[in-house]
Structures are given as structure tokens and as C-alpha cells.
């Protein structure tokens, strides 16, 4: 298990160091190295750690990202709503000072 999270975990460095440092030669170097690296160290891991559990490892990953889509939907779906509400008191207060003016005339 630590080889296969560690090889995400390099991996991940790998490309973001690609990304960053693109146009300097010794870094591209290095990061296609990380990367390099980081496929072997996953491969050495599935095999020590067997294909069921990776299986299982990305079912919950899978899970847990479906999980948070449908939490962000849901939380999206009621921003129209509150932003309308907030809107339409905003409109009321500044249309009671309006008046408050006006009548003070």
C-alpha cells in the first residue's frame, strides 16, 4: 500500500514540477524522471499488493468523488434561490432609506 501511495504521491510531483519548470532542461529531466519512477514504484506495489485491492482502492475513490459532485449539485442547485432572496431585501432596504429620505422633505 505505501509503494502505491507513494507513487501517486511522486507522480503527482513528476507533473507538477513538468508543468512548472518546463522550459528549463534539468528539470524537464528530473520530472520525467519522478514520473518514470513513480510508474514503476505503482507497478511494484500492484503486483506486492494484488489487483483486488486496487480494484477496491479506486471504488472509493470513484465513491467519494461521486459523493462530492452530487453534494456540490445540490449546493449549486440552491444558489439561484439565495441570491434571488438576498436581492429582493436588498431592494427593500434601499427603497425604505429612498423613502425615509423622502419623507424626512
Do not use: C
Not at 21 to 44: D, G, M, Q, R, V
Amino acid at each position: 500500500m505505501i509503494l502505491v501511495v507513494s507513487s501517486f504521491i511522486l507522480g503527482f510531483y513528476g507533473k507538477v514540477l513538468f508543468i512548472t519548470k518546463f522550459y528549463e532542461p534539468i528539470y524537464l529531466i528530473t520530472s520525467l524522471s519522478i514520473w518514470a519512477f513513480s510508474f514503476i514504484l505503482l507497478f511494484a506495489g500492484v503486483f506486492l499488493v494484488g489487483w483486488e485491492t486496487v480494484r477496491m482502492i479506486q471504488y472509493s475513490i470513484h465513491n467519494h468523488v461521486r459523493r462530492t459532485v452530487k453534494d456540490t449539485y445540490q449546493y449549486t442547485k440552491g444558489l439561484p434561490k439565495k441570491g434571488y432572496s438576498y436581492t429582493k431585501e436588498l431592494h427593500k432596504k434601499s427603497m425604505a432609506k429612498i423613502k425615509k429620505s423622502m419623507a424626512k422633505k
